[in-house]
T-cell receptor
Framework: GENVEQHPSTLSVQEGDSAVIKCTYS??????FPWYKQELGKGPQLIID?????GEKKDQRIAVTLNKTAKHFSLHITETQPEDSAVYFC????????????????FGTGTRLTIIP | DSGVTQTPKHLITATGQRVTLRCSPR?????VYWYQQSLDQGLQFLIQ???????AKGNILERFSAQQFPDLHSELNLSSLELGDSALYFC??????????????????FGPGTRLTVL
């Protein structure tokens, strides 16, 4: 099965600086890589995602890059703000079975990002 | 608010007991996923249902079972509870299967979770 590793586990960044979180995956068949933000006391929320046939995707201050050959993908947050403080999870989707109806989303272990004012 | 509801919010019980966690997906969503989040294990996928049928299983223990009803709400049953089962349990839903949307992907929406404490 898929194995997703995420680094670092904690990250402190000065407000206004950039933050980078990196993940690697093991199954070359995985084809979708979402990133989730989890605030205290809440469920994870999708912030950006990337498909396996795309190398980079950007949404305002957030960008994700994917290197299929090396099986790693990264989240980049620029101009960080205090409200970016949260736990961030990467994930990889394996799809299998008849009509590709069996889906399993494997998550990384999370990165606690703290923005220092 | 994601539109996914979970009840109860908190649950405290004793070892050996059985509990049922309930999830109502967003209106119109056919897929339901259950996850367990503990401090040392991160988010672990347990099981997926699509339109009433079980589709995929992750690291779900034999003591745990789930089902999705005709009205699409889902229940996760945890029995013979152990101290190690204490965790946050999240339900998520998506419109259809994540990977079948004309080449795009459906977003998965998470509920607020049920915090289970086993004493």
């Amino acid at each position: 099965g898929e194995n997703v590793e995420q680094h670092p586990s904690t990250l402190s960044v000065q407000e206004g600086d950039s933050a980078v979180i990196k993940c690697t995956y093991s199954d070359s068949a995985s084809n979708y890589f979402p990133w989730y933000k989890q605030e205290l006391g809440k469920g994870p929320q999708l912030i950006i995602d990337i498909r396996s046939n795309v190398g980079e995707k950007k949404d305002q201050r957030i960008a994700v890059t994917l290197n299929k050959t090396a099986k790693h993908f990264s989240l980049h947050i620029t101009e960080t703000q205090p409200e970016d403080s949260a736990v961030y999870f990467c994930a990889a989707l394996e799809v299998s079975g008849v009509n590709f109806g069996n889906e399993k989303l494997t998550f990384g272990t999370g990165t606690r990002l703290t923005i220092i004012p | 608010d994601s539109g996914v509801t979970q009840t109860p919010k908190h649950l405290i019980t004793a070892t050996g007991q059985r509990v049922t966690l309930r999830c109502s997906p967003r209106s119109g969503d056919l897929s339901v996923y259950w996850y367990q989040q503990s401090l040392d294990q991160g988010l672990q996928f347990l099981i997926q249902y699509y339109n009433g049928e079980e589709r995929a299983k992750g690291n779900i223990l034999e003591r745990f079972s789930a089902q999705q009803f005709p009205d699409l709400h889902s229940e996760l049953n945890l029995s013979s509870l152990e101290l190690g089962d204490s965790a946050l349990y999240f339900c998520a839903s998506s419109l259809s299967l994540l990977g079948l949307a004309g080449g795009a992907f459906n977003e998965q929406f998470f509920g607020p979770g049920t915090r289970l404490t086993v004493l």
